[in-house]
């Protein structure tokens, strides 16, 4: 059964510095998004990408952040300046319409 | 701003109770989910609710979807172990590719 996958599983980064985080969305779908979720607290939406552009985005995903499709089957999540606070896991998600499938997340911890 | 609630936010509860879990939408959105998060894993979809009235049901867990009270129910039966787990309701806003909108979670422990 496909799957979305994630890489890497867990990414440990300086603050100041940039990370990106990468995604395989399922082969067939449309719609992709990128989610996190702070130790102990609920799943927080960041962006949706459709059609090769961002759909919408959360008022968390500032400047900082960026995402790409660049060869049409990765998805990348790029944080330009981590902070502490944006220690978390990132969840990527892909769907067609309706239900979203997410992947297995990548842990990020910023020092 | 769309809001999603869910109570109780912890459960303990003994193997073989039954225990219900609430979550209240704000939006009119006729699209529920539910998954299920095991401790530094993924999001297991469980359940896809897409209208008034769906009763949906998968082993011990049953999800039910009342649009007009903005209420979803994830009702469980018989709780084993197995069962432990934080479970997640969410909402979009019916456009094709919406964000979901997740609760706080309910974190569920069945104790033998």
């Known amino acids: 059964e496909p799957e979305v996958t994630q890489t890497p599983s867990h990414q440990v980064t300086q603050m100041g510095q940039e990370v990106i985080l990468r995604c395989v969305p399922i082969?067939?779908?449309?719609?992709f998004y990128w989610y996190r979720q702070i130790l102990g607290q609920k799943v927080e939406f960041l962006v949706s990408?459709?059609?090769?552009?961002?759909?919408?985005k959360s008022e968390i995903f500032d400047d900082q952040f960026s995402v790409e499709r660049p060869d049409g089957s990765n998805f990348t999540l790029k944080i330009r300046s981590t902070k502490l606070e944006d220690s978390a896991m990132y969840f990527c998600?892909?769907?067609?319409?309706?239900?979203?499938?997410f992947g297995p997340g990548t842990r990020l911890t910023v020092t | 701003e769309l809001k999603v609630e869910q109570n109780p936010l912890f459960l303990s509860m003994q193997e073989g109770k039954n225990y219900t879990i609430y979550c209240n939408y704000s939006?009119?959105?006729?699209?529920l989910y539910w998954y299920r998060q095991d401790p530094g894993k993924s999001l297991e979809s469980l359940f896809v609710?897409?209208?008034?009235?769906a009763v949906k049901q998968e082993g011990r867990l049953m999800a039910s979807l009342d649009t007009k009270a903005r209420l979803s129910t994830l009702h469980i039966t018989a709780a084993v172990h197995d069962l432990s787990a934080t479970y997640f309701c969410?909402?979009?806003?019916?456009?094709?590719?919406?964000?979901?909108?997740f609760g706080e979670g309910t974190q569920l422990t069945v104790n033998p």
């Open positions: 990408f459709y059609n090769n552009e961002i759909s919408e």
């Open positions: 998600a892909s769907g067609r319409a309706g239900e979203q499938y």
């Open positions: 939006t009119t959105s006729d699209r």
């Open positions: 082969s067939n779908h449309l719609y």
């Open positions: 609710l897409l209208s008034n009235g």
């Open positions: 969410a909402v979009d806003r019916e456009t094709s590719g919406s964000r979901l909108t």
